[in-house]
């Protein structure tokens, strides 16, 4: 099969951390190596689009309409994951979806993807979370979603299973610090509180968004800012850090969690959205993203837990290797290119 790969403007802001591009440059891969074609699209070039056999779009937003609308008048075969990360009520969504009127030209993203439905042969799903929004928030037939879990990243190449870590006891968090949404300013009090030691990484965003980090840590010595680190730095903080938390407030899977996860470290997650799917009651720590106290106490019972690990790793390493995930994702292409 050729396929092409759409990703959505903004990506080009984000950078390499931005997790729907890593997401779609592993999936691209995967498949390159089975002997599959895949076309990063680049709006600068030009296609022959009928030469494709899938165009998958990442993401969703006012972008989508013109080019889903013309584009698949060149090609039939559109599909799309719309990366839904939201703790927003489904009748919520589904009231929006009726927010738009194409006449004249006043669109909501909502509105856009329903509007768009016939035109696109599948949606992909990170979860069940998400295909609920799917099912529920814009009447999309059961037998046009797809649940393809995302797997988790090797940073090296040796086989992580046969790998084993020595453990020091500090807590680490990796992400956007800059987004509300990730909770560091809760983390960041959790720590204050409870007086575990925390290790930040991820982009930190400008002058005036570390000065804020840095004015909301204030003068304790048991929080670190790392900032963005390179692939070799992450494996090593991975390696090193006995618990790893990602107690956001909005999350579609959280990818750092599952890489953290086959590192042999214990996992505290926010118990909202699709993420505790991803971990079988007992091999995580789900808390509630808005209360400190729940944060704190469950980051200091991971730090004292020896016994979470390996069967986490071993359940990771089984659901949500990369093969496996990526067959679930080739199969439904072939679904959709065989179809007439």
């Given at each position: 099969?050729?396929?092409?790969?759409?990703?959505?403007?903004?990506?080009?802001?984000?950078?390499?951390?931005?997790?729907i591009r890593m997401q779609a440059i592993v999936w691209a891969n995967e498949i390159i190596?089975?002997?599959?074609?895949?076309?990063?699209?680049?709006?600068?070039?030009?296609?022959?689009?009928?030469?494709?056999?899938?165009?998958?779009?990442?993401?969703?937003?006012?972008?989508?309409?013109?080019?889903?609308?013309?584009?698949?008048?060149?090609?039939?075969?559109?599909?799309?994951?719309?990366?839904?990360?939201?703790?927003?009520?489904?009748?919520?969504?589904?009231?929006?979806?009726?927010?738009?009127?194409?006449?004249?030209?006043?669109?909501?993203?909502?509105?856009?993807?329903?509007?768009?439905?016939?035109?696109?042969?599948?949606?992909?799903?990170?979860?069940?979370?998400?295909?609920?929004?799917?099912?529920?928030?814009?009447?999309?037939?059961?037998?046009?979603?797809?649940?393809?879990?995302?797997?988790?990243?090797?940073?090296?190449?040796?086989?992580?299973?046969?790998?084993?870590?020595?453990?020091?006891?500090?807590?680490?968090?990796?992400?956007?610090?800059?987004?509300?949404?990730?909770?560091?300013?809760r983390i960041i009090e959790a720590a204050k509180k409870y007086n575990f030691k925390l290790?930040?990484?991820?982009?930190?965003?400008?002058?005036?968004?570390?000065?804020?980090?840095?004015?909301?840590?204030?003068?304790?010595?048991?929080?670190?800012?790392?900032?963005?680190?390179?692939?070799?730095?992450?494996?090593?903080?991975?390696?090193?850090?006995?618990?790893?938390?990602?107690?956001?407030?909005?999350?579609?899977?959280?990818?750092?969690?599952?890489?953290?996860?086959?590192?042999?470290?214990?996992?505290?997650?926010?118990?909202?959205?699709?993420?505790?799917?991803?971990?079988?009651?007992?091999?995580?720590?789900?808390?509630?993203?808005?209360?400190?106290?729940?944060?704190?106490?469950?980051?200091?019972?991971?730090?004292?837990?020896?016994?979470?690990?390996?069967?986490?790793?071993?359940?990771?390493?089984?659901?949500?290797?990369?093969?496996?995930?990526?067959?679930?994702?080739?199969?439904?292409?072939?679904?959709?290119?065989?179809?007439?």
């Amino acid at each position: 099969m050729k396929i092409a790969y759409v990703m959505y403007p903004g990506a080009c802001f984000m950078g390499k951390a931005d997790g729907i591009r890593m997401q779609a440059i592993v999936w691209a891969n995967e498949i390159i190596k089975r002997g599959h074609a895949v076309d990063f699209i680049n709006p600068w070039e030009c296609y022959n689009w009928k030469e494709f056999d899938i165009v998958h779009v990442f993401s969703f937003g006012l972008w989508n309409y013109d080019f889903i609308y013309w584009g698949s008048g060149l090609n039939k075969n559109i599909v799309i994951s719309p990366i839904i990360d939201s703790n927003t009520p489904h009748w919520k969504y589904k009231l929006a979806t009726y927010a738009g009127f194409s006449k004249l030209r006043m669109f909501s993203q909502n509105y856009v993807l329903r509007s768009l439905k016939p035109k696109i042969k599948m949606f992909f799903a990170r979860s069940e979370y998400e295909s609920d929004y799917f099912r529920k928030g814009y009447d999309i037939e059961e037998e046009k979603i797809s649940v393809v879990p995302l797997s988790y990243r090797k940073l090296v190449d040796e086989e992580l299973s046969a790998r084993h870590y020595d453990k020091e006891p500090f807590c680490l968090f990796v992400g956007e610090m800059t987004q509300e949404r990730k909770n560091v300013a809760r983390i960041i009090e959790a720590a204050k509180k409870y007086n575990f030691k925390l290790v930040l990484a991820g982009d930190t965003g400008n002058e005036e968004s570390i000065a804020k980090l840095k004015s909301q840590i204030g003068k304790p010595e048991n929080i670190e800012i790392k900032g963005f680190v390179p692939d070799a730095e992450l494996e090593s903080l991975y390696s090193r850090a006995k618990v790893f938390a990602l107690p956001s407030i909005s999350e579609g899977v959280g990818l750092v969690a599952l890489e953290a996860a086959v590192h042999e470290c214990n996992i505290v997650i926010t118990n909202l959205g699709g993420p505790k799917e991803y971990y079988p009651d007992g091999l995580a720590y789900k808390v509630n993203p808005y209360d400190v106290d729940d944060i704190g106490r469950s980051i200091v019972a991971a730090l004292e837990n020896n016994e979470q690990q390996p069967a986490l790793k071993e359940h990771i390493m089984k659901e949500y290797n990369l093969s496996r995930c990526v067959d679930l994702l080739v199969e439904s292409y072939e679904k959709v290119a065989k179809a007439k």
